[in-house]
């Protein structure tokens, strides 16, 4: 149903592979730079920053520019996209009325003033739930209040954003149906070739390949067990992601012995010494609520929290 981009079989090259990733890292410094005013030409030690930065590694805002603003929502992709930033990660659950909506809890509780999970409302209802005053208690160093930010479903963002950004995209709750949406969603947009799927559950990616052997996807892992590796890729999946604080040297090996791509996923502290130790040991990308923060760390020093 989903095969397409002119691919002759059920096999993909290379070649077409590398065709399918966003620009390269100093591509991204080079936006940053222009987005934030912080000078990035050399380190404090004049060493050059391409003799620094991986030119490989994909800087990917984690549920947007989630430190400063509400995540998953408009503001924090939009302010993920304001930095330069080109890859984001998101979430997504089904409504009530089967329309994909961007939300990581497995309830509304602790983040809205609605209880219960995301299925239990209309897309009508949800985008009229307020995620904003949560932030705004969480996070009273961002500055900006974001107080009456509301939930948003996949489509919204798709058409805010469109070919700006790369998406992954983590599917967070069990219906049969979703994969098949959020492909249809993207297809939708015209975005198809700019997206990832991810899941901790095998079956949904497993269903994601059934109808669209071409998108990319990544099982996320709990804890550093090489056997998660072996599933990906006896499933054929392209990559794996783990916390920035499970991952080791043979870790890495192991996955690359199996082809597959690692993404560190970045815990309390971008920048921190357990996200340094991931770009070391090779990570292929990290996911990060501050990619600012960690673009001008890799480069020399720990730069200023944008402000808007």
Request: aromatic share 4%.
């Amino acid at each position: 149903m989903f095969a397409r981009r002119g691919s002759g079989s059920g096999s993909r090259s290379d070649t077409e592979g590398a065709t399918r990733r966003p620009a390269t890292s100093l591509a991204r410094v080079a936006a940053l730079t222009l987005a934030t005013g912080i000078s990035l030409s050399c380190t404090p030690t004049g060493v050059a920053v391409d003799a620094m930065l991986p030119s490989s590694l994909r800087v990917i805002a984690q549920r947007g520019a989630s430190a400063y603003a509400p995540e998953n929502t408009l503001p924090a992709f939009e302010f993920a996209r304001d930095l330069g930033v080109l890859e984001v990660e998101l979430s997504v659950q089904l409504s009530k009325d089967d329309v994909v909506v961007l939300f990581h809890d497995a309830t509304l509780d602790e983040k809205t003033q609605r209880s219960g999970a995301v299925r239990e409302y209309t897309v009508a209802e949800l985008r009229e739930t307020d995620i904003g005053r949560w932030f705004d208690r969480v996070h009273p160093e961002a500055g900006t209040k974001h107080a009456g930010t509301t939930l948003v479903s996949l489509a919204d963002l798709l058409a805010l954003t469109g070919d700006a950004l790369y998406y992954h995209v983590e599917l967070r709750s069990g219906e049969s149906e979703l994969p098949r949406l959020v492909l249809l969603a993207l297809a939708g947009a015209g975005l198809s070739d700019q997206a990832m799927i991810a899941s901790l559950a095998l079956e949904p990616l497993i269903r994601v390949r059934s109808l669209d052997r071409n998108m990319p996807t990544c099982l996320l892992l709990r804890g550093g067990s090489l056997a998660g590796i072996d599933r990906a890729a006896a499933a054929s999946f392209d990559e794996v992601g783990i916390s920035a604080r499970d991952l080791d040297a043979r870790f890495v090996a192991y996955a690359r012995a199996r082809g597959l791509a690692v993404r560190a996923l970045a815990t309390e502290g971008d920048g921190s010494a357990d996200v340094e130790r991931a770009i070391r040991l090779g990570a292929d990308g990290v996911s990060s609520e501050r990619p600012d923060r960690l673009i001008a760390r890799m480069v020399g020093g720990p730069g200023e929290p944008p402000r808007r």
